[in-house]
């Protein structure tokens, strides 16, 4: 676990380091600023969250997400992203009550969202999983379900490091 987030911290530092002269990475940097502080602004607490890291996973997990609206209107939807590609195209989608960034997967960050949000479950669509994400809804008892990934014994979660 030590290696993986000195590996987040170090992946976040790069980002930051060539955003002034990359346009997705800036774009990343500026969709996360003050993240938490404006979901917690939106109220979005007792959510059903789906995080798709881009656009292709926001079109695998839409179906999912629009039965869940047409079953459960009560409950607001909140839609995170990791990429700008995703993010830029669906800020603005309807199915979603509010769309943002996820921050980065540090301990203190998953803690922080999962304050902010409350929400009543978790859906990750494919492969984006994030680790201190993962052991903080598992703390808080908020059910993580994973949609539309297909696993092989050769994937990467399965190597003995």
């Known amino acids: 676990m030590i290696f993986y987030s000195v590996a987040i911290y170090v992946y976040t530092f790069f980002i930051y380091l060539i955003s002034p002269f990359h346009q997705k990475a800036k774009k990343w940097v500026q969709g996360r600023k003050d993240g938490i502080k404006k979901l917690k602004e939106a109220n979005m607490q007792e959510c059903i969250w789906f995080h798709c890291s881009s656009l292709g996973e926001f079109e ?83 059910p993580f379900f994973l949609i539309s990934a297909e696993f092989r014994a050769s994937h990467w979660l399965f190597h003995p490091l």
């Not at 009550?97 to 996820?102: E, G, H, K, R, T």
């Open 60 to 142: 695998q997990g839409r179906p999912l997400m629009a039965h869940i609206r047409t079953l459960h209107p009560e409950y607001k939807i909140l839609l995170t992203f990791f990429s700008p590609s995703g993010y830029e195209q669906k800020k603005h989608e309807p199915l979603a009550d509010y769309v943002m960034y996820l921050p980065s997967d540090t301990a203190q960050h998953a803690k922080a969202f999962l304050e902010a949000a409350k929400p009543r479950i978790a859906v990750f669509v494919k492969y984006d999983l994030w680790l201190h994400v993962l052991f903080a809804c598992h703390k808080r008892e908020v």
